[in-house]
Each structure stands twice: as C-alpha cells, then as structure tokens.
C-alpha cells in the first residue's frame, strides 16, 4: 500500500504561483508512475501531470503545459507539482496519485488540497 499526503495550497492571485507537495510512503518500490489530477466543483477528475517515479520522464496535459511543473525528490519520497501563471480555471481540488500496478493505474490517492485563485 502507499499513503499519499498533499499540501501546499491556497488562495493565491491570478498570476501568481504555488507550489503542491506529495508526500510518499509504504511500499514505495512498487510505484510506477506519480501523478497530479484536479476536479472543480461540478467537473469531472482532470489529469494534470505524470512522472515517471525511476526514470524522471514527465507529461503535462496540455491545459497546463508550459504554466505548471512536475518534478520529484526520490530521497525525500516526495512529488512536487510547482504552478506559475495560474488562472481562475486552475481553481479546484488537486489529488496526488500513484499507479502501483501499471503506468496509468491510478491505484492509490491522496486527501487532496484546495487551490483557489481569484481573479
């Protein structure tokens, strides 16, 4: 099993940034791939971005591409998602997941941090 805990979000401007963390622990080894996704109220869950957890390889949705940022710290077990230029359309609840079982099978989740912006 793996435990998701995010922070890091808020109430921030448009325009301004924030940055998400994703604390990781159980059984690490068996991660694929960690992920952010989002979901506004009334919106289905919308995928953010992904990263490889051993090789690094990243991918954006194009929604955020170029604005947001997805990285990690294996010695800290943590996953950052660092988000500039943010819009009221960012606005939503941001999950952490991981895919345990395969690249793309989300598998396990997060609690989930609030990110408002206001215009």
């Known amino acids: 099993q793996v435990l998701l805990v995010e922070s890091g979000g808020g109430l921030v401007q448009a325009g301004g940034s924030l940055r998400l963390s994703c604390a990781v622990s159980?059984?690490?080894?068996?991660?694929?791939?960690m992920g952010w996704f989002r979901q506004a109220p009334g919106k289905e869950r919308q995928f953010v971005a992904s990263?490889?957890?051993?090789?690094?390889?990243?991918y954006h949705a194009d929604s955020v591409k170029g604005r947001f940022t997805i990285s990690k710290d294996n010695a800290k077990n943590t996953v950052y998602l660092q988000m500039s230029s943010l819009k009221p359309e960012d606005t939503a609840v941001y999950y952490c997941?991981?895919?345990?079982?395969?690249?793309?099978?989300?598998?396990?989740w997060g609690q989930g941090t609030q990110v408002t912006v206001s215009s």
């Open positions: 159980g059984r690490t080894y068996s991660i694929y791939t």
């Open positions: 997941a991981a895919a345990t079982t395969g690249t793309d099978n989300w598998d396990s």
């Open positions: 990263i490889n957890w051993i090789g690094g390889g990243t």
